[in-house]
């Protein structure tokens, strides 16, 4: 099994949103059309703070994260928030997961990041244990005020 991770471009967007779609149902949500083709759009645009890594293996996409970079008030550094990451089903327990978010602290390193940082569902055991194979919970709790 070839397994390369790399930046997305043009070319991806239709395996994108096949898994986008997968995504979307595994978390049994749903998103406008409109937040779909903006979001394709802002993770190709170089001057949007959202980007996309895709993970190839043997050449098909089977994964991606979507994040986006922002200031922090507590350190010096850019954080780097992983907003989105989804493993094709039939790619899941081969290493995809693992080599986005290893790429991610590789990205993280390379760029002088002060942080990276995420969150899953709590009842998410498989992403779960992935994580915690990467640094365990912070033990902070998320809130969230949904708006419009």
Same mark, same amino acid.
């Given at each position: 099994?070839?397994?390369?991770?790399?930046? +997305?471009?043009?070319?991806?967007?239709?395996?994108?949103?096949?898994?986008?779609? +997968? /995504?979307?149902?595994f /978390?049994?949500?749903?998103?406008?059309?409109?937040?779909?083709?903006?979001?394709?759009a802002?993770?190709?645009?170089?001057?949007? +703070?959202?980007?996309?890594?895709? +993970?190839?293996?043997?050449?098909?996409?089977?994964?991606?994260?979507?994040?986006? !970079?922002?200031?922090?008030?507590?350190?010096?550094?850019?954080?780097?928030y992983?907003?989105?990451l989804?493993?094709?089903?039939?790619?899941?327990?081969?290493?995809?997961?693992?080599?986005?978010v290893?790429?991610?602290?590789?990205?993280?390193?390379?760029?002088?990041?002060?942080?990276?940082?995420?969150?899953?569902?709590?009842?998410?055991? !498989?992403?779960?244990?992935?994580?915690?194979?990467?640094?365990?919970?912070?033990?902070?709790?998320?809130?969230?005020?949904?708006?419009?």
């Open positions: 099994m070839a397994l390369r991770v790399r930046a +997305a471009t043009a070319s991806d967007e239709v395996r994108f949103l096949e898994l986008w779609a +997968a /995504y979307l149902a /978390y049994q949500a749903s998103v406008s059309p409109d937040i779909t083709r903006r979001t394709w802002r993770a190709l645009d170089p001057k949007s +703070a959202i980007f996309m890594r895709v +993970a190839e293996v043997d050449g098909r996409m089977e994964g991606f994260a979507l994040c986006l !970079t922002h200031e922090g008030t507590w350190t010096l550094g850019k954080h780097c992983l907003e989105d989804f493993v094709d089903a039939s790619q899941r327990g081969k290493g995809v997961g693992r080599a986005l290893r790429d991610l602290v590789d990205l993280a390193n390379q760029n002088g990041w002060s942080r990276l940082y995420w969150h899953t569902a709590e009842s998410n055991a !498989t992403a779960r244990a992935l994580y915690d194979s990467f640094v365990q919970s912070d033990g902070y709790v998320r809130y969230r005020i949904q708006f419009g």
